[in-house]
């Protein structure tokens, strides 16, 4: 993949992801991201000089813009990447968190962490060189669990100290980043007995999602109890407990990976 697209077709229909400020640019209404030629769009092309294609969608060309401060574009307003989760589909959703990555992974990486020398994109990939010493470094990926665990009817659903001060607080599944070394499965069983104490069995992964706050890939699994009494970290959760599935408290939102695990789990107990 090319990391700087110099060709600028004014006839090519393309989405366009342009951030500037850690905010992109959305449309009020439609598919949000805009979309078009640079000649219906009365978009500067001087702009977008130094776009990057970070993908396809709906086979058309995904291009990264960044904007060194907020312009008016003329295509919508600057909004937080947050807005668009649940809003669009998916894979629009993911590509946006690819735009937001992949700035962010050049802006962070202009110079060489191991002699210091300025780096220079690759044009053939998506990855960052120093030629003084042939260091290479790509876009930083964090894996993260996240595990729904089912006690016969009921599940462990957490109050984390992130979510305790919201309006409506959300009870959710338990999560944490994978380490060094670690498989995923000796990560679930970590993460569950550091936080809740209890000890677990049948894990089974579910799927994945990609989480550009700013750059974990979150994968899903779900578990059976196997022993042990709940004693949490309160470094992390404000509470954990069984709540029976006829009975359950406020839950993550619909389209989350955190709510697709409770689904599965409330699922399994039917
Ligand atoms: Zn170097």
Same mark, same amino acid.
């Given at each position: 993949?090319?990391?700087? !697209?110099?060709?600028?077709?004014?006839?090519?229909?393309?989405?366009?992801? =342009?951030?500037?400020?850690?905010?992109?640019?959305?449309?009020?209404?439609?598919?949000?991201?805009?979309?078009? &030629?640079?000649?219906?769009? +009365?978009?500067?092309?001087?702009?977008?000089?130094?776009?990057?294609?970070?993908?396809?969608?709906?086979?058309?060309? &995904?291009?990264?813009?960044?904007?060194?401060?907020? /312009?008016?574009?003329?295509?919508?307003?600057?909004?937080? /990447?947050?807005?668009?989760?649940?809003?669009?589909?998916?894979?629009?959703?993911?590509?946006?968190?690819?735009?937001?990555? =992949?700035?962010?992974?050049?802006?962070?990486?202009?110079?060489?962490?191991? &002699?210091?020398?300025?780096?220079?994109?690759?044009?053939?990939?998506?990855?960052?060189?120093?030629?003084?010493?042939?260091?290479?470094?790509?876009?930083?990926?964090?894996?993260? =669990?996240?595990?729904?665990?089912?006690?016969?009817?009921?599940?462990?659903?957490?109050?984390?100290?992130?979510?305790?001060?919201?309006?409506?607080?959300?009870?959710?599944?338990?999560?944490?980043?994978?380490?060094?070394?670690?498989?995923?499965? +000796? &990560?679930?069983?970590?993460?569950?007995?550091?936080?809740?104490?209890?000890?677990?069995?049948? =894990?089974?992964?579910? +799927?994945?999602?990609?989480?550009?706050?700013?750059?974990?890939?979150?994968?899903?699994? +779900?578990?059976?109890?196997? !022993?042990?009494?709940?004693?949490? !970290?309160?470094?992390?959760?404000?509470?954990?407990?069984?709540?029976?599935?006829?009975?359950?408290?406020?839950?993550?939102?619909?389209?989350?990976?955190?709510?697709?695990?409770?689904?599965?789990?409330?699922?399994?107990?039917?």
């Amino acid at each position: 993949m090319k990391s700087k !697209d110099k060709n600028i077709n004014h006839q090519e229909n393309a989405w366009w992801f =342009i951030l500037a400020q850690g905010e992109i640019v959305l449309q009020p209404q439609g598919s949000f991201v805009p979309y078009g &030629c640079l000649d219906d769009l +009365t978009f500067s092309a001087q702009l977008v000089a130094d776009k990057i294609k970070i993908g396809d969608y709906q086979s058309s060309p &995904c291009y990264l813009v960044e904007l060194p401060e907020k /312009l008016d574009v003329g295509l919508g307003e600057y909004s937080q /990447l947050r807005s668009l989760l649940g809003t669009v589909d998916d894979a629009l959703f993911d590509m946006a968190g690819r735009a937001f990555q =992949i700035s962010l992974f050049y802006k962070t990486h202009q110079f060489c962490g191991q &002699c210091g020398q300025k780096m220079q994109a690759i044009n053939w990939e998506t990855a960052m060189k120093c030629y003084h010493c042939q260091h290479r470094t790509y876009p930083r990926v964090s894996p993260c =669990i996240i595990v729904g665990i089912r006690k016969e009817k009921q599940i462990l659903l957490a109050l984390h100290q992130r979510h305790k001060k919201d309006n409506r607080p959300v009870y959710t599944t338990l999560a944490g980043f994978t380490e060094a070394g670690e498989t995923l499965e +000796t &990560c679930v069983e970590r993460e569950v007995y550091e936080e809740s104490g209890i000890k677990i069995k049948n =894990i089974q992964y579910v +799927t994945s999602q990609p989480w550009p706050f700013p750059h974990s890939l979150m994968m899903g699994f +779900t578990a059976e109890y196997r !022993d042990g009494n709940i004693s949490i !970290d309160p470094k992390e959760l404000c509470s954990a407990a069984w709540y029976d599935i006829d009975d359950l408290p406020v839950l993550p939102n619909p389209g989350t990976l955190a709510r697709k695990l409770i689904d599965k789990l409330i699922d399994q107990c039917s």
